[in-house]
């Protein structure tokens, strides 16, 4: 991959970080998501103009990839309420990349080298290191774990389908835009039903968390869209999951969550899986 790519993405891996981090730090991260889903989309409706209409062709994956989001930010909420953000996240970050290598592979035919491979692996190591190894007493947290590990196979999931459907497009921007408009609907609506007045109140009382967090998760995934339409889905995805270094030492700095010293030797596997994909992958 070109070091330009490796950068976007790495950018990208920031900026989820930081929403993860606001939706955990939200005190509802079901909220913080749907509120955060909300802005995207309209940031997405104003600069729709840009973009062509999606063909015919791409509409099957937006629409899955609806459902499967839709699905992912419940259990993503759930896993948030069950356990340290320094616990859950580095779990189902760290499963994703693989999962993901695997699903490119059975739907779309696209086999990573056994150089990639290995840095894919690399860094879900040091990724998942600090869940691991940071101090957390994983069986005593099974819901935790469990609600973990659904998440990634939804990442993987909807990871997956994204991938290709961004291949299919004339222009990312045209998928980007309207998914991120299509996927506001489902739990937006849900929670107008349901629970009007909370969330209105949420996002009332929390404006400035809401606008940041917001811009950051549509522009974190909106990178990684457009980078899957130019580099192998796995490899992108892996490189998006060093969110996981920048999430944990979140954590540890601003929620006062318990952090072990195994963040230099995650850091460490996820530099080295990193170097291998820029200077060893033939992909």
């Known amino acids: 991959m070109s070091i330009d790519l490796i950068t976007l993405v790495l950018l990208a891996a920031m900026l989820h970080a930081a929403w993860n981090a606001l939706a955990k730090s939200g005190g509802s ?3 913080s998501i749907a509120a955060n889903n909300l802005i995207g989309a309209v940031v997405c409706l104003c600069f729709l103009w840009l973009a062509p209409f999606p063909p015919p062709e791409a509409w099957p994956f937006l ?34 990349p693989l999962l993901v290598a695997g699903g490119a592979a059975w739907f779309h035919g696209e086999f990573l080298s056994p150089e990639a491979l290995i840095g894919v692996m690399l860094i879900s190591a040091g990724l998942l290191s600090l869940a691991l190894f940071g101090g957390h007493r994983i069986m005593a947290s099974r819901s935790s774990l469990g609600w973990a590990l659904v998440t990634s196979v939804l990442i993987a999931a909807y990871t997956v389908t994204d991938g290709i459907g961004v291949r299919i497009v004339e222009s990312s921007l045209s998928y980007i835009f309207w998914l991120f408009m299509l996927e506001s609907i489902p739990l937006g609506l849900w929670l107008l039903a349901i629970e009007r007045r909370s969330w209105l109140n949420f996002m009332n009382r929390n404006r400035t968390h809401v606008l940041a967090g917001g811009l950051a998760a549509t522009a974190a995934y909106g990178i990684v869209i457009h980078a899957m339409g130019l580099g192998p889905m796995a490899l992108v995805s892996s490189l998006r999951e060093t969110s996981v270094i920048f999430a944990a030492m979140i954590g540890a700095l601003l929620l006062h969550e318990p952090f072990g010293r195994r963040r230099i030797f995650a850091a460490a596997l996820v530099a080295l899986g990193i170097m291998v994909i820029r200077y060893l992958a033939d992909t």
């Open 29 to 31: 991260p079901l909220y």
């Open 63 to 96: 629409i899955a990839s609806v459902i499967i989001h839709t699905a992912y930010y419940f259990t993503l909420s759930k896993a948030y309420q069950s356990g340290d953000l320094s616990l859950v996240y580095p779990i189902f970050r760290g499963t994703a």
